[in-house]
């Protein structure tokens, strides 16, 4: 990355946040730097019933279901995300919540063979029939799968700017994020749930 900004005429970058990381850690001037938030492909739009129904037949999705799409990389927190699931479990064993009967979570995105840890915990926590691991997801699929889920979540560590919450919210699906490096500011004062990405108890 030093690289490449000692070589670039000028930077873009997509969050006030990350342009703020270029400052410190690089000590890249603010005039060097434009900040270019992303918007969402038109084609991300509210889906009809009817194809929400038919993509959840052929994936062999829930009725209901809180949805992740990104990659499997650790800064994405999938291990908490999945252990906050088993803690939602756990108390709805004992006090049923309406929340939490009968909804699954779905873990959508290309997977990286260098961290696929995250299916033996899924099955070391028992949670084989509450999390689905679809893996990579056809980019005509995407915006029925968001259209289809009660909510979207992104348990980022780290995040540059979050496209997959512009594109959940495009669909008309609700986000919960963390509240971290530029999610907060993506998806704005009142537009999502903010959580500790630190903490599997405030997650769950």
Partial sequence: ??????????????????????????????????????????????????????????????????????????????????????KLKAQDATSPSPFAQGIGLVLAGREDPRYMGIREEIAQAGLQEDVIVLGAVSEANLPVLYSGADVFILPSLYEGYGLPMIEAMACGTAVMCSSTSSLPEVVGDDAGLLFDPTDSDEIA
Wanted: aromatic residues 6%; glycine residues 4%.
């Fill in 1 to 86: 990355t030093r690289l490449a900004l000692a070589r670039a005429a000028h930077i873009l970058t997509p969050s006030q946040s990350a342009a703020s990381d270029l400052q410190r850690v690089y000590g890249m001037p603010a005039a060097a730097i434009t900040v270019t938030p992303a918007a969402a492909d038109a084609r991300f739009q509210p889906a009809a019933a009817a194809d929400t129904h038919g993509l959840r037949q052929r994936l062999a999705l829930p009725d209901r279901y809180v949805l992740f799409v990104g990659a499997n990389k650790p800064h994405k927190n999938l291990r908490r995300l999945v252990e906050a699931w088993g």
